[in-house]
């Protein structure tokens, strides 16, 4: 993502100047302060480097939405250590790795590499929404007790199980997609009504992963990053169809 941003945005790079050095300040910043509050990995910290300088260099209101998803995802992980240790569905202690956080960030970074076009501040939004709101669904879901059930039958399960959905976790998702929603709109990127959809195919992309993680990877077709990955694109894809 590196490589096509510098061959789309190189010319742009070379003239940012003190806009550049910043965005690679700043970078590395989210790196350290994500790595010491055990929210990712070593490799995990790089590949949210990668997607935090696209995003600083392209539009720096992009990097402040990036720090409002960290937030939210690291306080939902934080909820229910206890009784997600004891699930067995808590995260490492070392934080996410490399390829956690690619899965649920790289379709962001990559519509911040590609050129522009109208679009762009939406889709990346929506698919940050996604990704907010899928980890505040699981986490908030699995630290609190409630009813879980399958997303394809209404069969009660075990939380933590891939595809349970649950109340708890569902309004944790649309609060986490709203907020993501709500700071994309505060801060200028959006219109009410474009943050509505941002907020919409964010929650609604949290579905189609939840749909996906009851079919295809409880059969072992797709494994969690993926389904991730499948999950922001499909927010993306929402997004685009919303504001044709």
Same mark, same amino acid.
């Given at each position: 993502?590196?490589?096509?941003?510098?061959?789309?945005?190189?010319?742009?790079?070379?003239?940012?100047? +003190?806009?550049?050095?910043?965005?690679?300040?700043?970078?590395?910043?989210?790196?350290? $302060?994500?790595?010491?509050?055990?929210?990712?990995?070593?490799?995990?910290?790089?590949?949210?480097?990668?997607?935090?300088? *696209?995003?600083? #260099?392209?539009?720096?209101?992009?990097?402040?939405?990036?720090? =409002? $998803?960290?937030? =939210?995802?690291?306080?939902?992980? +934080?909820?229910?250590? !206890?009784?997600?240790?004891?699930?067995? $569905?808590? /995260?490492?202690?070392?934080?996410?790795?490399?390829?956690?956080?690619?899965?649920?960030?790289?379709?962001?970074?990559?519509?911040?590499?590609?050129?522009?076009?109208?679009?762009?501040?939406?889709?990346?939004?929506?698919?940050?929404?996604?990704? &907010?709101?899928?980890?505040?669904?699981? /986490?908030?879901?699995?630290?609190? +007790?409630?009813?879980?059930?399958?997303?394809? !039958?209404?069969?009660?399960?075990?939380?933590?199980?891939?595809?349970?959905?649950?109340?708890?976790? #569902?309004?944790? &998702?649309?609060?986490?997609?709203?907020?993501?929603?709500?700071?994309?709109?505060?801060?200028?990127?959006?219109?009410?009504?474009?943050?509505? #959809?941002?907020?919409? &195919?964010?929650?609604?992309?949290?579905?189609?992963?939840?749909? *996906?993680?009851?079919?295809? /990877?409880?059969?072992?077709?797709?494994?969690?990053?993926? =389904?991730?990955?499948?999950?922001? !694109?499909?927010? $993306?894809?929402?997004?685009?169809?919303?504001?044709?």
């Amino acid at each position: 993502m590196i490589g096509l941003f510098a061959l789309l945005h190189g010319r742009d790079l070379i003239y940012s100047g +003190r806009h550049f050095i910043t965005a690679v300040a700043i970078t590395l910043a989210f790196a350290i $302060v994500g790595r010491l509050a055990h929210g990712v990995s070593t490799s995990g910290a790089i590949a949210g480097a990668v997607v935090a300088f *696209l995003m600083a #260099t392209r539009d720096l209101r992009m990097f402040w939405i990036l720090l =409002v $998803v960290f937030a =939210v995802t690291l306080a939902a992980t +934080r909820l229910g250590g !206890s009784r997600k240790k004891q699930l067995r $569905v808590a /995260e490492s202690d070392n934080g996410r790795s490399a390829s956690q956080v690619m899965a649920n960030l790289g379709i962001a970074g990559l519509i911040m590499a590609i050129p522009a076009f109208g679009l762009w501040r939406i889709l990346a939004l929506a698919a940050l929404a996604e990704a &907010a709101a899928d980890t505040a669904s699981s /986490e908030i879901g699995t630290a609190f +007790r409630g009813r879980t059930v399958l997303i394809t !039958s209404g069969r009660a399960v075990t939380p933590g199980i891939d595809g349970g959905i649950s109340l708890n976790g #569902t309004v944790a &998702a649309l609060l986490a997609a709203g907020i993501i929603a709500a700071c994309g709109m505060a801060l200028g990127l959006t219109s009410s009504t474009e943050a509505a #959809t941002v907020a919409c &195919a964010g929650t609604l992309g949290m579905l189609v992963d939840s749909l *996906l993680g009851a079919t295809l /990877e409880r059969r072992g077709y797709l494994n969690n990053d993926l =389904v991730n990955l499948f999950g922001t !694109s499909s927010a $993306v894809l929402i997004a685009w169809l919303l504001m044709r």
